[in-house]
Nanobody, 117 residues
Framework: EVQLVESGGGMVQPGGSLRLSCAAS????????MSWVRQAPGKGPEWVSG????????YYADSVKGRFTIFRDNAKNTLYLQMNSLKPEDTALYYC??????????WGQGTQVTVSS
């Protein structure tokens, strides 16, 4: 089955850290650019970060630059997002997404991140 499964979310205090994982299966993970996208309650989706096929090129939204790190392990078919110095405004449902030439064509079910004291 072609799917993405996120994990690693949870509740953390401001300033804390979490590492999200996205396990890919059913397709050649190493052949796709991948991204993390989040959606906060009552807001639209926000692109967070992206990693090119080889993982050497990475991109970040200004809101997370310097705090989040995206990386991928193509041997394990897994995408990660290391999140440090978390803020309450990072609270959202985080999705990983596969990028096809026409747009995002595969999404996981999401993992909830809540930053609160």
């Amino acid at each position: 089955e072609v799917q993405l499964v996120e994990s690693g979310g949870g509740m953390v205090q401001p300033g804390g850290s979490l590492r999200l994982s996205c396990a890919a299966s059913g397709f050649t993970f190493s052949s796709y650019d991948m991204s993390w996208v989040r959606q906060a309650p009552g807001k639209g989706p926000e692109w967070v970060s992206g990693a090119k096929i080889g993982g050497g090129s990475t991109y970040y939204a200004d809101s997370v630059k310097g705090r989040f790190t995206i990386f991928r392990d193509n041997a394990k078919n897994t995408l990660y997002l290391q999140m440090n110095s978390l803020k309450p405004e990072d609270t959202a449902l985080y999705y990983c997404a596969r990028l096809a030439w026409w747009g995002y064509d595969l999404w996981g079910q999401g993992t909830q991140v809540t930053v609160s004291s």
